[in-house]
């Protein structure tokens, strides 16, 4: 049986003296290391004096070069995996690698390291017991919107990665779906300009448009605010509003009930008869 390997090397997510020293190790004795950004990854090893032979692997060649590496670990080297920061396979092409490892059968070892994600999150202040990644929100407005109204009703913390050039018009994107929730904004985690604002979503997305924002970015949105006093009941007009709002955009109306009891946290039963079961009372009420 071949003893190659692929290991899966976390590195860190700003700081290089975040490294593990399993992952430094691995560095240094694998036979080659894949890199999402060669350029990134031979700082790190400039650092720790590391002369491992280096090959690119990313988004843009990742068709062409994934049989390649899977073919090296089966004849029996063994391959790191690092990605421009934080765990391979996370938001980025290396878990095509993985996949492809997996199921050619061969061994896949992740060492793990720095997580953006898990470092926002504790550092945001909101919730920790329960949270939902979902990595980069679509850019298009209707498409993104869609995503969040099936997110909303969730009782975790929301964790997002976005670029700073779009992290303004994001955060007033979920302000519209998820009004008055906790938020924060990290960016430049580790490093010398590390920087964590919290306030009310609203609140923080006019604050990050007033700002140029540099580095990378995690946005989180605290759950829903769940009162110990009894809610107010729901009102069906209400309720058929917004399911007609949706019909006449083009949804079916299925849909739209189940849309509409994500967003307001109302049972979807409660939210049909609202919406249809209204219509066959006497007078349409």
């Known amino acids: ?38 350029r990134v990854t031979r700082k790190l090893l400039a650092r720790f004096k590391i002369a491992t032979p280096l090959e690119p692997y990313h988004a843009k060649n990742l068709e062409r070069r994934t049989p390649e590496v899977v073919a090296r670990v089966r004849s029996g080297q063994s391959v790191a995996l690092v990605s421009d920061a934080g765990t391979p396979g996370i938001s980025d092409p290396g878990a095509h690698l993985v996949d492809a490892c997996i199921d050619e059968g061969l061994t896949v070892e992740v060492l793990p390291g720095a997580s953006a994600i898990v470092t926002a999150l504790v550092a945001s202040g909101l919730p920790t017991h329960a949270f939902y990644f979902g990595g980069f929100l679509p850019r298009k407005v209707g498409e993104r919107r869609r995503a969040l109204e099936k997110l909303a009703g969730l009782e975790a913390t929301l964790v997002f990665y976005e670029s700073p050039r779009r992290a303004a018009s994001t955060l007033a994107g979920i302000a519209e779906v998820m009004p008055d929730r906790r938020a924060a904004v990290a960016r430049e985690l580790t490093k010398l300009h590390e920087e964590v604002i919290r306030d009310d979503v609203g609140a923080l997305a006019g604050t990050i448009a007033q700002r140029e924002i540099k580095g990378e970015v995690v946005l989180l949105v605290g759950p829903p605010d769940r009162s110990t006093t009894a809610a107010p009941a729901p009102d069906p007009a209400a309720l058929r509003r917004q399911v007609d709002a949706l019909v006449v955009g083009g949804m079916s109306r299925k849909d739209a009930v189940r849309a509409v009891s994500d967003r307001t946290g109302v049972a979807r039963n409660e939210v049909y008869d609202a919406a249809v079961g209204a219509a066959t009372e006497p007078n349409g009420r």
């Open 1 to 38: 049986m071949s003893d190659g390997r692929l290991i899966v090397c976390a590195t860190p997510i700003g700081n290089l003296g975040d490294v593990t020293l399993r992952v430094l190790e691995a560095l240094k004795t694998v036979d080659v290391i894949e890199a999402e950004d060669t």
